[in-house]
């Protein structure tokens, strides 16, 4: 069998059950089955496949039956242009998600050396981001479960960064900012979906773990316990990731921080919310 028939069998299985980019998902599949760049695909579509290729890509294509996301079954997936480590326990990184990075360093751009905090920061996509980008700078990773600071710190390792560091803590447990420096930015994309809404998520989306997912009843939980736990220094400055309707929301929660700013994502969602900090 070729690599092409063994591609075009799973294609035509993807596309029966109905999956969107089934082109798309197939060769990923298949280059992460043969261990090759999907780029290289096409100059050996006509190579013959080993059994035990063809093997590794019919187990893949049925675990995407199962609609298990795309990027737990290939172990990997791109932020910021580089490849983070990801599987089950921990949140898949998102394109949106950029944006809060890109917030976080122009804003940085004018403080020296500066102590962040990611909070719920899950495989690591932003505070290693930041920490690869800002070499001055001093990143702390905060995450509570042990699924995904397994990731973490694997991701943290791949990097080789020496400044940045994963700290096991929850965030609604008041005594945790005690054990960390005082920040000059707070940066989060914690869970945000409200209770209600979970059981409409999508079956890949309710792959990951609902830690990562549930903001509590009004989905602000995460936000209320950052104001209440929380505070940077003067001319610092907090940065979240939110859900649609939410930053209005959450600007209230900061209603003693004057400057506050409401950013929208890339698909033109108001998805990002700056509070901060005057300066002394
Ligand atoms: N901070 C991580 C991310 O943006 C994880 C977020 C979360 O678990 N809610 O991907």
């Given at each position: ?7 075009n069998?799973g ?32 100059f ?10 063809a ?15 795309l ?18 326990g ?22 020296d ?18 920490a ?24 943290i ?22 054990s960390?420096?005082k920040?000059?930015a ?5 869970p ?9 998520l ?12 549930d ?26 990731e ?39």
């Amino acid at each position: 069998m070729t690599v092409r028939q063994a591609y075009n069998s799973g294609l035509a299985a993807l596309s029966e059950a109905g999956f969107e980019s089934c082109e798309f998902e197939a060769s990923q599949l298949m280059s992460f089955s043969l261990g090759i760049a999907p780029g290289r695909l096409n100059f050996i579509f006509n190579d013959e496949i080993s059994p035990g290729e063809a093997e590794a890509f019919d187990l893949a294509v049925k675990r995407r039956l199962t609609h298990e996301p795309l990027q737990y079954i290939l172990g990997e997936w791109d932020f910021y242009s580089k490849t983070f480590k990801v599987g089950k326990g921990v949140l898949i990184p998102r394109p949106e998600t950029e944006g809060l990075v890109d917030i976080c360093l122009e804003k940085l751009r004018y403080i020296d050396s500066p102590v962040i905090i990611d909070l719920c920061a899950g495989s690591g996509c932003i505070a290693i981001t930041l920490a690869r980008l800002l070499p001055s700078s001093r990143v702390f990773a905060v995450e509570k479960y042990d699924d995904a600071l397994f990731y973490l710190n694997k991701n943290i390792s791949f990097f080789s960064l020496n400044n940045v560091k994963a700290v096991k803590g929850d965030i609604f447990d008041s005594s945790l900012a005690l054990s960390l420096p005082k920040a000059d930015a707070v940066v989060s994309n914690p869970p945000y979906i409200s209770s209600e809404d979970i059981p409409l998520l999508q079956k890949e989306v309710k792959c990951e773990p609902r830690t990562a997912l549930d903001g509590g009843s009004d989905g602000i939980d995460f936000y209320r316990a950052i104001r209440s736990n929380f505070s940077v220094n003067p001319g610092g400055f907090f940065a979240f990731e939110c859900g649609e309707n939410q930053s209005g929301l959450i600007c209230d929660l900061f209603d003693a921080y004057p400057n506050k700013q409401v950013y929208r994502d890339i698909y033109g969602v108001e998805r990002f919310v700056f509070v901060e900090r005057l300066s002394e």
